[in-house]
């Protein structure tokens, strides 16, 4: 499952998926993109498989990004599965 969201509110629908920083000296990202793993192991057995090695390899050559994961439930129950 997976979420994906833009900083550019213009056409935004979704006011719930506003950003606002509260606090940092880091530029907010221009997009967020939130995938529900069922464990850790999983989400680095993805990153690092070889399915995905070239589009990791495309994506870090083309962009500046980061990628981050966090412990944690969707406690407002926000994510969805799309379909």
């Keep these: 499952m997976s979420r994906a969201w ?5 056409g935004d629908t979704s006011p719930e998926l506003q950003i606002d ?3 940092g000296e880091r530029t907010l990202p221009g997009a967020i993109v939130l995938i529900e ?5 999983a989400a680095e057995a ?3 498989s070889e ?6 390899e495309r994506r870090r050559a083309g962009a500046i990004n980061e990628f981050t ?7 407002n ?6 379909g």
């Design 51 to 56: 399915e995905y090695r070239p589009y990791r």
């Design 21 to 23: 920083k509260l606090e």
């Design 46 to 48: 993805f990153y690092e």
């Design 37 to 41: 793993w069922p464990s850790r192991e």
């Design 6 to 10: 833009s900083n550019d509110t213009a």
């Design 77 to 82: 129950n926000l994510a969805r599965i799309a």
């Design 69 to 75: 994961l966090l412990a944690g439930e969707d406690m």
